[in-house]
């Protein structure tokens, strides 16, 4: 039996992208781009897996410019992040960046560096440390977010599909990195991450190529065509729905923390890098899977695994390699986001439990999270908290730009676009609805 030529594509791609990621040495040893993976590979996650079976089933033909407001608003955001890099950080530095001398997960180190660097001295001081506390918490949610999503990508193709059953098994993965965090730190399972990180960005370049060619295909041939899809309620409801869907752009923000390991330089410049690159993928990719999405019909697939579907009318190999992906990726996410809030823990608690233990504090918060909420609603959650760390960080930056200690440029225009990010985001904040 032949190979389709679609399976070829998508298997070449893998293999090519794959290979550079992993083993071309002066990419892996460019300090660049170890500074810009990071942000790219938390954009990319598990957004990529969700984005266009959620926004296609709710908004329609709209989704792509629904997801163009998202990427307008994350790098709006983004440039927030970047000013206060530049400038808010020279201020907050109070302490060594330093997280111990413990061998641990490098973003547990980085964000406790970060966030230890900030005293309650002044009114930006004081917003930075609560925008800390606001993090903690959005990574609390995040890691309940990302194991959802892997246990309902790692049951998908078996029988038992109840919604307890994949509650249990990320109780059961989050006690395990609880208690391995807090026996032996996360530094081990870093280094399965790196390999992690390299197989998702080369799946997702995968599954793009698998697109280009179906499309293609479906152009020469005459068939290409857009299925008339509902949109799911009115403009008000629309709108507070994708409010909730910040979390697909989200992951920007672990530029601030990388200070001990890369200038404030090169974190601007490849945190930008990583957010141009991210929104061209996404603005590509959903546009091409609409005709994907259209074409069993005129209503979109609702479930949270819909993208596995989707792709095995891309190409019959790609439901299989997705789907290791997705349970890979979302474990790689998880335990970087329990890591990162658990140096946070420590910078905020400052040594009133021991750091182990901090570990174990995460996971039972997103044990909890995992019982109360369903894998729609903890995409909202998950945006909703991410957006009120976004609206202390604009906060932070109109304090810093009126301290009068920074030689600020064009002072009017930044605090016209800070205020009106933060609004936004309160918004978001305040009123984002699950898209299920």
């Known amino acids: 039996m032949p190979i389709p030529a679609s399976s070829l594509v998508v298997v070449a791609t893998a293999l090519v992208v794959g290979g550079v990621l992993l083993f071309y040495r002066p990419l892996a040893g460019s300090s660049t781009w170890r500074a810009m993976v990071t942000p790219l590979a938390s954009i990319m996650g598990s957004g990529f897996l969700v984005c266009a079976p959620l926004l296609y089933a709710n908004i329609g033909n709209w ?26 950080e020279p201020l907050f530095e109070r302490h060594p960046a330093c997280a111990g001398d413990r061998c641990e997960h490098r973003l547990h180190a980085a964000h406790a560096a970060g966030a230890q660097r900030v005293g309650w001295h002044d009114a930006a001081s004081v917003l930075e440390k609560l925008s800390h506390i606001a993090l903690a918490g959005a990574y609390c949610v995040s890691v309940s977010y990302y194991l959802q999503l892997l246990a309902g990508f790692g049951l998908h193709y078996f029988a038992a599909q109840s919604p307890w059953v994949g509650k249990v098994l990320v109780t059961a993965i989050l006690a395990g990195i609880g208690v391995t965090g807090a026996l032996r730190g996360l530094s081990g399972i870093e280094r399965v991450e790196r390999v992690v990180v390299g197989l998702n960005l080369a799946m997702i370049a995968a599954l793009v190529a698998g697109l280009v060619l179906y499309n293609a295909t479906a152009l020469a041939r005459g068939t290409w065509s857009l299925a008339a899809l509902p949109v799911a309620g009115d403009a008000p409801r629309i709108l507070r729905l994708v409010m909730g869907m910040l979390i697909v752009v989200q992951g920007f923000e672990t530029s601030r923390f990388l200070g001990s390991e890369h200038p404030a330089g090169e974190r601007i410049r490849t945190m ?8 061209g993928i996404y603005v590509v990719f959903l546009g091409l899977m609409a005709v994907v999405v259209g074409h069993g019909g005129a209503v979109a697939d609702t479930s949270i695994t819909a993208i596995v579907g989707y792709s095995a009318i891309v190409a019959p190999v790609l439901p299989l390699l997705l789907t290791l992906t997705a349970v890979g990726s979302q474990f790689s996410a998880s335990t970087a986001d329990d890591a990162g809030c ?25 044990i909890c999270l995992t019982w109360l909420t369903d894998v729609y609603q903890i995409i909202s959650q998950a945006s909703r908290a991410f957006a009120l760390f976004y609206f202390l960080q604009c906060l932070v930056a109109l304090f810093v730009l009126y301290s009068g200690k920074a030689a600020v440029a064009r002072r009017g225009m930044r605090a016209a676009l800070f205020a009106a990010l933060a609004l936004v985001c309160l918004g978001v904040t305040l009123f984002g609805i699950p898209a299920g």
Request: glycine share 10%.
């Open 63 to 88: 989704a792509v410019w629904a997801m163009a407001g998202l990427l307008v608003l994350a790098y709006g955001v983004g440039a927030v992040i970047r000013f206060n890099i530049r400038y808010g």
């Open 272 to 279: 930008r890098l990583a957010q141009l690159v991210s929104a």
């Open 342 to 366: 658990s140096g946070l823990l420590e910078a905020i608690l400052r040594g009133r439990i021991p750091a182990k233990y901090n570990y174990l504090l995460v996971s039972a918060a997103s």
